[in-house]
């Protein structure tokens, strides 16, 4: 999507601090970090949340979820990390490009 800042990330037309890449997904680091470790896990296919879901994108869910470990690793997570999907104005989604906050780094409390 055109107007997209995540689409924009995926195509290089605005930098990020990427840090893993593939054929469905990118990681870069959040600008706004939560934790010593935030990135975002982003589908290169324009989702828009997990309430616009359709069964076209069962593969790109399931292999980003199937990558979350190995991307937590990656950023030096091995002890552990949290995942949160903000979804809709309710969830506090500001960016309507699906996306996987991963976090990590510091002691995180109890949710
Ligand atoms: P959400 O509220 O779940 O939509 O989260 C959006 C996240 O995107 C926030 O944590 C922002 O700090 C992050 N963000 C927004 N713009 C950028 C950007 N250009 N590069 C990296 N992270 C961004
Ligand atoms: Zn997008």
Redesign the pocket.
Known sequence: MSDC?FCK?INKE?P?DIIYEDDCMVV?????PKAPVHV?VVPKKHIVSLAKLNSADQDVIAQMMMNLSAIAEKVGLSDGFRTII?TGKGG????DHL?V?LIGGRPLPGF
């Open positions: 800042i990330i605005l990020a870069f680091k959040d600008i706004q975002l903000n506090g989604q500001e960016v996306h906050h």
